[in-house]
């Protein structure tokens, strides 16, 4: 699957398929994380190739790829779009044909389900940076996907916060895509990627990537320090 932008290949991986419940996405700045995130969520389509998520070809099957999966972005204001929280919730509902009184019930249940149902009729902007987040991951769960792509969603959260989220993303049965520059959050994980350069630079279970991914990136650390 190769992803081209400005005539370079952006991303270049030959073949995969995701059937671990858990995979972490580690790789540098502009190594082509969030292109991949995007084409896995079906956001952008690849100018060649195939990707396969559990039994979904996600090129062939487009619409169903992109009801099957969601996403969460780094800034939870960059996808909300409603002023109160059952809206926001339930607008995916909405958008899929449900009536207003469904969606809003979807809306409902979701936040009884996090201990946040007073929150329905809250305006978005009194929450904090770390609840609307948690807005934005209700609002992905409502819709039942069967994976959910994180796109360095808890940058910037303080550590309790991050912590609290991800107790919330350890307990979903859903198959979780989670790219991040924290190798301590996926040191669970079944599988990490490591991209470089749009290209897998690694692939294996996180006890082996991790250490070497941290081993390289605090090589390029020191090489910066000696060039000062
Ligand atoms: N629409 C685009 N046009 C041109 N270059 C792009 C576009 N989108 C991404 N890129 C480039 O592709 C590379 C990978 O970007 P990205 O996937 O955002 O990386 P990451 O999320 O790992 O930081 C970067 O060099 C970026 O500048
Ligand atoms: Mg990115």
Redesign the pocket.
């Known amino acids: 699957m190769r992803v081209v932008r400005e005539s370079r290949d952006i991303l270049s991986i030959s073949h995969l398929k995701l059937a671990e419940h858990r995979i972490g996405v580690v790789g540098r700045?502009g190594s082509g994380?969030?292109?991949f995130?995007r084409v896995l969520c079906g956001l952008i389509a690849p100018d060649s190739g195939t990707v396969h998520v559990g039994g979904t070809d996600m090129i062939r099957d487009r619409k169903r790829a992109i009801t099957e999966i969601g996403i969460l972005f780094?800034n939870p204001d960059h996808q909300i779009i409603f002023p109160t929280v059952a809206e926001e919730i339930g607008f995916g509902l909405a958008q899929l044909g449900h009536r207003k009184a469904d969606a809003r019930t979807g809306a409902q249940s979701v936040l009884e389900r996090f201990g946040k149902r007073h929150w329905e009729d809250r305006a978005i902007h009194t929450l904090s940076q770390g609840q609307r987040h948690l807005v934005c991951l209700m609002a992905v769960l409502v819709m039942s996907p069967k994976m959910i792509v994180l796109?360095?969603p808890f940058a910037g959260l303080d550590i309790p916060t991050t912590a609290a989220l991800n107790r919330y993303l350890a307990g979903l049965d859903q198959q979780i895509v989670h790219?991040t520059h924290d190798p301590d959050t996926l040191a669970d994980y079944d599988r990490v990627l490591w991209l470089e350069g749009g290209l897998i630079q690694m692939d294996g279970p996180a006890e082996t990537v991790l250490p070497a991914f941290t081993q390289r990136m605090e090589a390029i650390d020191d090489l910066s320090d000696l060039t000062d």
């Open positions: 700045n994380k969030s292109t995130a780094q796109d360095e790219i």
